[in-house]
């Protein structure tokens, strides 16, 4: 859609003195560093922030996220235990949680820190702004002869009104959907490791106690032999 930005609040640009973020971990460990690595990305972008003059708000999705960072950051809006089971509705709740606070003025930009999936070992920290949205292409970058005006039915403003929530629920949802394919992902190579190493592990151990119970057999029997050479010489 070619609109005005000013046509939907979710569009408007102002100074970014207040910014919210959004930060999803998983609410179980044994996943390796996929908790770790996200976390230690949040922290370098809030402190980026803080260096900037913003003042930061925190929303976590997911316990770990809530549990480091609840003394460090003012928290709002926390939601654990969300990823055993959710659809769509739990994206919804989370944009009815962002989007009015948002058009209220009550902060100015909204940020979206998650892990992409790429596959199984891998998981990519990823920063998405969410607030405000972000515009597709620019019209001082088209000649004039070529630009053109649309006709909008029903009205611009009432198309955004619709579209604009949902592609918000879309990309939230998505966030949910790769950090729980990351979370499952990252257990179970977490977990595939730790029986390798226990397997290696037993090997090991095994084979330092076949040493020492050859050992003290050696033994023994230099023992016997011993005292049989002692007899036999008395």
Known sequence: LRVDAKTHPLLAVREPKRIRVICMTSDRGLCGGFNNNLIKATERFLREKK???????????????RDFFRKKVKIVDART??????????????SGDV????????????????NEFVNVAVHRPCVVRLFPLPSVGR?????????????YEPSDEALLEKLLPMYVHVLIYRALV?????????????MDNATRNCEELIQSLTLKFNKVRQSAITAELMDIVGGTEALAKG
Do not use: W
């Not at 235990?81 to 989370?94: C, E, G, T, Y």
């Open 51 to 65: 260096q900037e003059g913003r003042e930061i708000e925190l929303m976590p999705v997911g316990r770990k996220a």
């Open 81 to 94: 235990d969300v990823f055993s089971r959710f659809d769509m509705s739990l994206a919804v709740k989370i």
């Open 99 to 114: 989007i009015p606070p948002f058009v209220r003025e009550e902060y100015d930009e909204l940020y979206l820190l998650f």
């Open 139 to 151: 019209d001082d970058e088209i000649e004039p002869d070529k630009r053109l005006d649309y006709l």
């Open 178 to 190: 790769e950090t729980s394919a990351g979370e499952n992902g990252a257990r179970m190579a977490a």
